[in-house]
């Protein structure tokens, strides 16, 4: 069966820091997809990533993938308040969803 | 373009009542997913539909859990009778099947409360 972990599952920061969130899974996968979630809110698609060292950039925000060593990471760059939510990776066709990392941004 | 569209947006009831959810994907979409996220824990995939082809409904408990996608559009999640453990936030989503990365779009969700 499919794991998928993320951590940290909670990660304060300051403004103007960086800082990298990671997802490990347990088999392989042609897929691994960020989302973000704001409080009360749906999910948001941020980055689709398909192939082993895929490198996708929005903003403060840069996705990549190893599939041989099945990890994600996703960085923020000189974070801000605006980029305080919940992000999720998902994992495959199947959508295995991590738990979460809730992201706080203090001025 | 008009994106998921979920009803209703919340919903409480008492245990044992039943409840259905109704879901509108984008249009085209033909891939349409339910998911269940309990509070402060990632979505969970309940049903995948293929157009009106349920593909995958490993993690749906049929017990109490039914669904449906007449014409391959519109969908329902039903819930009967419904436990306390049901309370949770169901989400549908949906995603065009021939486009490779798949990415799906989210509808607002159903909150609903089992009292």
């Known amino acids: 069966e499919l794991k998928v972990e993320q951590n940290p599952l909670f990660l304060s920061m300051q403004e103007g820091k960086n800082y990298t969130i990671y997802c490990n899974y347990s088999?392989?996968?042609?897929?691994l997809y960020w989302y973000r979630q704001d409080p009360g809110k749906s999910l948001e698609s941020l980055f689709v990533?398909?192939?082993?060292?895929a490198v996708k950039q929005e903003g403060r925000l840069m996705a990549s993938l190893d599939t041989k060593a099945r990890l994600s990471t996703l960085h923020i760059t000189a974070a801000v308040h605006d980029l305080s939510a919940t992000y999720f990776c998902?994992?495959?066709?199947?959508?295995?969803f991590g738990a979460g990392t809730r992201l706080t941004v203090k001025p | 373009e008009a994106g998921v569209v979920q009803s209703p947006r919340y919903k409480i009831i008492e245990k044992k009542q039943p409840v259905a959810f109704w879901c509108n994907p984008i249009?085209?979409?033909?891939?349409l997913y339910w998911y269940r996220q309990n509070l402060g824990q990632g979505p969970e995939l309940l049903i995948r539909?293929?157009?009106?082809?349920?593909?995958?409904d490993s993690q749906l408990p049929k017990d109490r859990f039914s669904a449906e996608r007449l014409k391959g559009v519109d969908s329902t999640l039903k819930i009967q009778p419904a436990e306390l453990g049901d309370s949770a936030v169901y989400l549908c989503?949906?995603?065009?099947?021939?486009?490779?990365?798949?990415?799906?779009?989210f509808g607002p969700g159903t909150r609903l409360t089992v009292t």
């Open positions: 989503a949906s995603s065009l099947r021939d486009e490779g990365k798949r990415e799906q779009y």
């Open positions: 088999t392989t996968s042609d897929r």
């Open positions: 990533l398909l192939s082993n060292g």
């Open positions: 998902a994992v495959g066709g199947d959508m295995r």
């Open positions: 249009s085209g979409h033909n891939t």
């Open positions: 539909y293929e157009n009106e082809e349920a593909v995958d």
